[in-house]
Protein backbone atom coordinates (compact mmCIF):
# COMPACT_ATOMS: atom_id res chain seq x y z
CA UNK A 1 0.00 0.00 0.00
CA UNK A 2 1.51 3.26 -1.04
CA UNK A 3 0.03 5.75 1.25
CA UNK A 4 0.35 8.90 -0.42
CA UNK A 5 -0.74 7.40 -3.98
CA UNK A 6 -4.29 6.80 -1.73
CA UNK A 7 -4.24 10.41 -0.50
CA UNK A 8 -5.12 12.25 -2.80
CA UNK A 9 -8.26 10.80 -4.06
CA UNK A 10 -9.45 9.86 -0.12
CA UNK A 11 -8.81 14.26 0.31
CA UNK A 12 -11.18 14.97 -2.58
CA UNK A 13 -13.67 12.46 -1.00
CA UNK A 14 -13.33 13.83 2.60
CA UNK A 15 -13.71 17.89 1.82
CA UNK A 16 -16.25 17.00 -1.01
CA UNK A 17 -18.02 15.02 1.77
CA UNK A 18 -18.52 18.56 3.82
CA UNK A 19 -21.85 18.82 1.36
CA UNK A 20 -22.16 15.74 0.36
CA UNK A 21 -23.13 13.03 2.56
CA UNK A 22 -22.42 9.99 -0.31
CA UNK A 23 -19.31 11.53 -1.00
CA UNK A 24 -18.10 10.99 2.79
CA UNK A 25 -19.61 7.87 2.83
CA UNK A 26 -16.96 6.95 0.03
CA UNK A 27 -14.35 8.25 2.03
CA UNK A 28 -14.90 5.88 5.00
CA UNK A 29 -15.43 3.02 2.60
CA UNK A 30 -12.11 3.49 0.70
CA UNK A 31 -10.15 4.25 3.84
CA UNK A 32 -11.32 0.89 5.76
CA UNK A 33 -10.47 -1.02 2.45
CA UNK A 34 -7.35 0.78 1.32
CA UNK A 35 -5.62 0.07 4.85
CA UNK A 36 -7.34 -3.42 4.66
CA UNK A 37 -9.83 -2.65 7.60
CA UNK A 38 -12.84 -4.87 8.60
CA UNK A 39 -14.90 -2.09 9.31
CA UNK A 40 -15.16 1.86 9.40
CA UNK A 41 -17.67 4.52 10.87
CA UNK A 42 -17.21 8.21 12.27
CA UNK A 43 -17.95 7.69 15.96
CA UNK A 44 -18.95 10.42 18.18
CA UNK A 45 -18.53 9.02 21.19
CA UNK A 46 -20.53 10.91 24.35
CA UNK A 47 -18.91 10.69 27.43
CA UNK A 48 -21.98 12.24 29.29
CA UNK A 49 -23.97 9.74 29.37
CA UNK A 50 -21.25 6.77 28.03
CA UNK A 51 -22.94 5.99 24.39
CA UNK A 52 -22.04 6.90 21.50
CA UNK A 53 -23.37 7.84 17.76
CA UNK A 54 -22.19 6.02 14.47
CA UNK A 55 -22.07 8.23 11.17
CA UNK A 56 -21.14 6.51 7.84
CA UNK A 57 -20.53 3.19 8.58
CA UNK A 58 -18.85 0.66 6.25
CA UNK A 59 -18.70 -3.23 7.08
CA UNK A 60 -20.80 -3.51 9.43
CA UNK A 61 -24.34 -4.35 10.24
CA UNK A 62 -26.71 -2.37 12.10
CA UNK A 63 -27.52 -4.57 15.12
CA UNK A 64 -23.95 -4.57 16.00
CA UNK A 65 -23.96 -0.72 15.58
CA UNK A 66 -26.82 -0.51 18.09
CA UNK A 67 -25.36 -2.66 20.60
CA UNK A 68 -22.12 -0.94 20.59
CA UNK A 69 -23.58 2.55 20.97
CA UNK A 70 -26.09 2.00 23.83
CA UNK A 71 -24.36 -0.95 25.26
CA UNK A 72 -20.71 -1.29 25.00
CA UNK A 73 -19.52 2.19 24.22
CA UNK A 74 -18.71 2.65 28.00
CA UNK A 75 -16.71 -0.39 27.95
CA UNK A 76 -14.69 0.53 25.18
CA UNK A 77 -11.08 -0.20 26.78
CA UNK A 78 -9.25 1.62 23.93
CA UNK A 79 -10.93 4.50 24.68
CA UNK A 80 -10.63 4.37 28.60
CA UNK A 81 -6.94 3.96 27.82
CA UNK A 82 -6.42 6.82 25.62
CA UNK A 83 -9.34 9.45 27.21
CA UNK A 84 -6.33 11.69 28.86
CA UNK A 85 -4.01 11.71 25.64
CA UNK A 86 -6.90 12.16 23.44
CA UNK A 87 -6.90 15.92 21.78
CA UNK A 88 -7.69 16.91 17.87
CA UNK A 89 -5.46 14.93 15.72
CA UNK A 90 -4.09 12.55 17.34
CA UNK A 91 -3.76 8.81 16.10
CA UNK A 92 -4.45 6.27 18.57
CA UNK A 93 -3.86 2.97 17.57
CA UNK A 94 -5.21 0.33 20.06
CA UNK A 95 -1.85 -2.07 20.30
CA UNK A 96 0.41 1.31 21.28
CA UNK A 97 -2.39 1.41 24.22
CA UNK A 98 -3.93 -2.00 25.00
CA UNK A 99 -1.88 -4.86 24.75
CA UNK A 100 -3.60 -8.24 23.76
CA UNK A 101 -3.62 -10.10 26.80
CA UNK A 102 -5.42 -7.17 28.30
CA UNK A 103 -8.11 -6.56 25.54
CA UNK A 104 -8.89 -10.76 26.13
CA UNK A 105 -9.42 -9.84 29.65
CA UNK A 106 -11.36 -7.36 29.38
CA UNK A 107 -15.42 -7.65 29.21
CA UNK A 108 -15.80 -5.25 26.03
CA UNK A 109 -13.44 -8.41 24.52
CA UNK A 110 -15.70 -10.99 25.46
CA UNK A 111 -19.15 -10.15 25.24
CA UNK A 112 -18.17 -7.45 22.21
CA UNK A 113 -15.16 -8.02 20.41
CA UNK A 114 -15.04 -11.20 20.48
CA UNK A 115 -18.20 -11.69 18.22
CA UNK A 116 -17.57 -9.15 15.33
CA UNK A 117 -13.88 -10.50 14.85
CA UNK A 118 -12.27 -7.38 15.95
CA UNK A 119 -8.86 -7.33 17.67
CA UNK A 120 -6.97 -4.15 16.38
CA UNK A 121 -8.87 -0.44 16.32
CA UNK A 122 -7.26 3.06 15.45
CA UNK A 123 -8.90 5.88 16.02
CA UNK A 124 -8.42 9.64 14.53
CA UNK A 125 -9.68 12.53 16.48
CA UNK A 126 -10.89 15.47 14.53
CA UNK A 127 -12.12 17.53 17.35
CA UNK A 128 -12.40 16.88 21.04
CA UNK A 129 -15.02 18.53 23.44
CA UNK A 130 -15.24 18.28 27.01
CA UNK A 131 -18.07 15.57 26.93
CA UNK A 132 -17.35 14.26 23.48
CA UNK A 133 -15.12 13.43 20.83
CA UNK A 134 -15.61 12.74 17.16
CA UNK A 135 -13.14 10.07 15.47
CA UNK A 136 -12.49 8.11 12.49
CA UNK A 137 -12.81 4.20 13.32
CA UNK A 138 -11.02 1.54 11.17
CA UNK A 139 -11.44 -2.18 12.89
CA UNK A 140 -9.05 -5.11 12.18
CA UNK A 141 -9.85 -8.78 12.44
CA UNK A 142 -7.86 -11.00 14.53
CA UNK A 143 -6.65 -12.61 11.18
CA UNK A 144 -6.18 -9.67 9.07
CA UNK A 145 -3.16 -8.41 12.13
CA UNK A 146 -2.59 -5.21 13.25
CA UNK A 147 -2.09 -1.94 11.19
CA UNK A 148 1.22 -2.19 9.44
CA UNK A 149 3.73 1.10 8.71
CA UNK A 150 2.07 2.07 5.65
CA UNK A 151 -1.49 2.17 7.11
CA UNK A 152 0.21 4.84 10.16
CA UNK A 153 1.59 6.71 7.95
CA UNK A 154 -1.55 7.26 6.06
CA UNK A 155 -3.39 8.00 9.14
CA UNK A 156 -0.85 10.47 10.06
CA UNK A 157 -1.33 12.14 6.66
CA UNK A 158 -5.15 11.94 6.72
CA UNK A 159 -5.28 13.52 10.45
CA UNK A 160 -4.36 16.92 9.99
CA UNK A 161 -7.39 17.31 7.30
CA UNK A 162 -9.63 15.31 9.84
CA UNK A 163 -9.32 18.12 12.16
CA UNK A 164 -9.57 20.98 9.48
CA UNK A 165 -13.30 19.08 7.80
CA UNK A 166 -14.22 18.53 11.46
CA UNK A 167 -14.27 22.15 12.05
CA UNK A 168 -15.80 23.03 8.96
CA UNK A 169 -18.35 20.76 9.29
CA UNK A 170 -18.92 22.23 12.35
CA UNK A 171 -18.74 25.22 11.26
CA UNK A 172 -21.38 24.76 8.46
CA UNK A 173 -23.83 22.91 10.80
CA UNK A 174 -23.80 26.28 12.86
CA UNK A 175 -24.62 28.46 10.28
CA UNK A 176 -27.40 26.14 9.09
CA UNK A 177 -28.76 26.01 12.48
CA UNK A 178 -28.37 30.01 12.53
CA UNK A 179 -30.07 30.19 9.31
CA UNK A 180 -33.01 28.51 10.40
CA UNK A 181 -33.33 30.09 13.60
CA UNK A 182 -33.10 33.50 11.45
CA UNK A 183 -35.38 32.60 9.20
CA UNK A 184 -37.87 31.26 11.59
CA UNK A 185 -38.40 35.26 12.64
CA UNK A 186 -41.05 37.36 11.25
CA UNK A 187 -38.56 40.08 12.18
CA UNK A 188 -36.84 41.29 9.21
CA UNK A 189 -32.79 40.81 10.07
CA UNK A 190 -30.82 42.33 7.85
CA UNK A 191 -26.28 42.06 7.86
CA UNK A 192 -24.63 44.96 5.87
CA UNK A 193 -20.56 45.77 5.88
CA UNK A 194 -18.67 48.64 7.23
CA UNK A 195 -20.19 50.67 4.20
CA UNK A 196 -23.83 49.90 4.40
CA UNK A 197 -23.98 46.96 1.93
CA UNK A 198 -26.37 44.28 2.35
CA UNK A 199 -24.66 41.57 2.77
CA UNK A 200 -27.62 39.22 3.72
CA UNK A 201 -30.89 39.03 4.90
CA UNK A 202 -33.30 36.29 6.39
CA UNK A 203 -36.72 35.21 4.77
CA UNK A 204 -38.71 37.71 6.46
CA UNK A 205 -36.46 39.99 5.27
CA UNK A 206 -36.78 38.87 1.38
CA UNK A 207 -40.09 39.25 1.81
CA UNK A 208 -39.55 42.89 2.52
CA UNK A 209 -37.82 44.19 -0.03
CA UNK A 210 -39.78 42.43 -2.78
CA UNK A 211 -42.51 43.94 -1.44
CA UNK A 212 -40.91 47.14 -1.45
CA UNK A 213 -42.93 48.96 0.99
CA UNK A 214 -41.31 49.03 4.40
CA UNK A 215 -37.95 48.79 2.90
CA UNK A 216 -36.09 48.78 -0.65
CA UNK A 217 -32.22 48.78 -1.97
CA UNK A 218 -30.88 51.89 -2.74
CA UNK A 219 -27.20 51.93 -4.68
CA UNK A 220 -26.69 48.63 -2.60
CA UNK A 221 -27.55 49.59 0.58
CA UNK A 222 -30.80 49.02 2.78
CA UNK A 223 -33.04 52.35 2.93
CA UNK A 224 -36.76 52.98 4.15
CA UNK A 225 -39.49 52.10 1.28
CA UNK A 226 -41.14 56.09 1.34
CA UNK A 227 -38.87 59.31 0.77
CA UNK A 228 -40.19 60.83 3.69
CA UNK A 229 -38.26 57.82 6.13
CA UNK A 230 -34.74 57.95 4.06
CA UNK A 231 -33.28 60.83 5.83
CA UNK A 232 -33.74 59.36 9.11
CA UNK A 233 -33.32 55.95 8.32
CA UNK A 234 -29.82 56.59 6.62
CA UNK A 235 -28.96 59.05 9.70
CA UNK A 236 -28.98 56.65 12.02
CA UNK A 237 -27.24 53.88 9.84
CA UNK A 238 -24.14 56.02 9.37
CA UNK A 239 -24.66 57.13 12.59
CA UNK A 240 -23.69 53.82 13.98
CA UNK A 241 -21.31 52.59 11.46
CA UNK A 242 -19.49 55.89 12.34
CA UNK A 243 -19.70 54.87 16.20
CA UNK A 244 -22.22 57.74 16.92
CA UNK A 245 -24.23 55.15 18.81
CA UNK A 246 -26.48 58.04 20.06
CA UNK A 247 -27.56 58.12 16.85
CA UNK A 248 -29.52 55.12 16.86
CA UNK A 249 -30.81 54.98 20.13
CA UNK A 250 -34.26 55.78 19.02
CA UNK A 251 -36.22 52.92 16.55
CA UNK A 252 -36.70 54.67 12.85
CA UNK A 253 -40.60 54.35 12.71
CA UNK A 254 -41.39 53.37 8.46
CA UNK A 255 -44.59 54.52 7.25
CA UNK A 256 -46.31 53.85 4.19
CA UNK A 257 -47.45 56.05 1.80
CA UNK A 258 -50.31 57.66 3.51
CA UNK A 259 -47.98 58.73 6.38
CA UNK A 260 -49.39 55.79 8.87
CA UNK A 261 -47.03 53.66 11.04
CA UNK A 262 -46.36 50.02 9.57
CA UNK A 263 -43.18 49.09 11.57
CA UNK A 264 -39.79 50.81 12.74
CA UNK A 265 -36.07 49.53 13.08
CA UNK A 266 -33.55 49.18 14.81
CA UNK A 267 -29.94 49.44 14.06
CA UNK A 268 -27.41 47.37 16.30
CA UNK A 269 -23.49 48.10 15.49
CA UNK A 270 -21.91 44.09 16.40
CA UNK A 271 -18.80 43.51 18.19
CA UNK A 272 -15.84 41.31 16.89
CA UNK A 273 -17.30 38.45 18.34
CA UNK A 274 -20.80 38.89 16.71
CA UNK A 275 -18.83 39.67 13.08
CA UNK A 276 -16.87 36.30 13.67
CA UNK A 277 -20.44 34.60 13.70
CA UNK A 278 -21.37 32.23 10.49
CA UNK A 279 -24.47 33.77 10.63
CA UNK A 280 -23.77 37.32 10.38
CA UNK A 281 -20.32 36.82 8.14
CA UNK A 282 -17.25 37.90 8.92
CA UNK A 283 -17.34 41.76 6.93
CA UNK A 284 -20.62 41.89 9.03
CA UNK A 285 -20.58 45.65 11.24
CA UNK A 286 -23.88 46.28 11.44
CA UNK A 287 -27.43 44.39 12.04
CA UNK A 288 -30.39 45.86 11.19
CA UNK A 289 -33.84 44.43 12.47
CA UNK A 290 -37.39 45.57 11.76
CA UNK A 291 -40.59 44.89 12.71
CA UNK A 292 -43.79 45.32 10.79
CA UNK A 293 -46.58 46.38 13.21
CA UNK A 294 -49.14 43.81 13.78
CA UNK A 295 -51.82 44.65 16.68
CA UNK A 296 -54.58 42.07 17.02
CA UNK A 297 -55.34 43.51 21.01
CA UNK A 298 -55.57 46.11 22.85
CA UNK A 299 -52.49 45.01 24.95
CA UNK A 300 -50.14 44.44 21.86
CA UNK A 301 -51.73 48.15 21.04
CA UNK A 302 -50.23 49.28 24.47
CA UNK A 303 -46.87 47.65 23.03
CA UNK A 304 -46.94 48.78 20.26
CA UNK A 305 -47.23 52.14 21.12
CA UNK A 306 -44.61 52.07 23.62
CA UNK A 307 -42.12 50.57 20.96
CA UNK A 308 -43.44 53.32 18.49
CA UNK A 309 -43.35 56.69 20.25
CA UNK A 310 -41.42 55.97 22.81
CA UNK A 311 -44.53 56.02 25.14
CA UNK A 312 -44.97 55.21 28.93
CA UNK A 313 -46.79 52.65 30.33
CA UNK A 314 -49.69 54.77 31.69
CA UNK A 315 -49.36 57.05 28.23
CA UNK A 316 -50.04 54.15 25.98
CA UNK A 317 -52.80 52.77 28.22
CA UNK A 318 -54.01 56.42 28.22
CA UNK A 319 -54.18 56.37 24.15
CA UNK A 320 -55.85 52.69 23.96
CA UNK A 321 -58.64 53.64 26.32
CA UNK A 322 -59.06 57.30 24.53
CA UNK A 323 -59.79 55.79 21.19
CA UNK A 324 -61.58 53.03 22.55
CA UNK A 325 -64.12 55.67 23.87
CA UNK A 326 -63.26 58.59 21.63
CA UNK A 327 -64.08 60.58 24.75
CA UNK A 328 -61.55 62.57 26.64
CA UNK A 329 -64.31 62.30 29.58
CA UNK A 330 -64.25 58.71 29.29
CA UNK A 331 -60.92 57.94 29.15
CA UNK A 332 -60.50 60.38 32.38
CA UNK A 333 -62.56 58.20 34.29
CA UNK A 334 -61.79 54.58 32.87
CA UNK A 335 -58.12 55.86 33.67
CA UNK A 336 -58.77 57.54 37.00
CA UNK A 337 -57.28 60.91 36.68
CA UNK A 338 -58.79 64.24 36.37
CA UNK A 339 -60.00 66.16 33.45
CA UNK A 340 -57.30 68.45 33.82
CA UNK A 341 -54.79 65.47 33.97
CA UNK A 342 -56.20 64.13 31.06
CA UNK A 343 -55.78 67.08 28.71
CA UNK A 344 -51.96 67.68 29.91
CA UNK A 345 -51.42 63.90 29.21
CA UNK A 346 -53.01 64.08 25.88
CA UNK A 347 -50.71 67.22 24.74
CA UNK A 348 -48.18 64.92 26.37
CA UNK A 349 -48.58 62.34 24.07
CA UNK A 350 -49.67 64.24 20.96
CA UNK A 351 -46.45 65.86 21.19
CA UNK A 352 -44.64 62.89 21.19
CA UNK A 353 -46.86 61.09 18.55
CA UNK A 354 -45.61 64.19 16.26
CA UNK A 355 -50.08 65.26 15.64
CA UNK A 356 -51.70 68.31 17.02
CA UNK A 357 -55.42 67.58 17.22
CA UNK A 358 -56.87 64.77 19.12
CA UNK A 359 -59.10 63.28 16.05
CA UNK A 360 -55.08 62.99 14.17
CA UNK A 361 -54.28 61.36 17.13
CA UNK A 362 -57.35 59.01 16.99
CA UNK A 363 -56.76 58.29 13.29
CA UNK A 364 -53.50 57.27 13.89
CA UNK A 365 -54.20 54.84 16.41
CA UNK A 366 -57.29 53.79 13.96
CA UNK A 367 -54.57 52.78 11.54
CA UNK A 368 -52.46 50.48 13.73
CA UNK A 369 -55.49 49.11 15.28
CA UNK A 370 -56.34 47.93 11.74
CA UNK A 371 -53.68 46.04 11.16
Known amino acids: MDSHSLLAPLLHDLYTGLHDDAAFTDFIQNLTQGTHSTLGAVLIQDLSNHRANSLHPFGVDSDTLTRYETEFAAENLWFKRTRAITKPGAVLVSDDWTPLKDLHASRYHADFLRHVDVEHSVGICGHMQIDSGAFITLC ?29 RNRLFQMEREREALDAMTTGTFFADARGRLLRTNSAGERMLASNWLLRMQDGQLNAGTLADRKHFQHCLQGILSGHVLAAEKAVLLHDTQSMPVGFAS ?105
Open 267 to 371: FHRLSRTQQLMPSAQQEAKLAVFVHPVHVQSPLQLEACLMELYALTAAESRFVAVLHATGSLEATAIETEVTLGSARTRLQRTMEKMSVNRQSALLRLVDALARR
Open 140 to 168: RSRSAGPFDADARALFDLIAPHWVNASSL
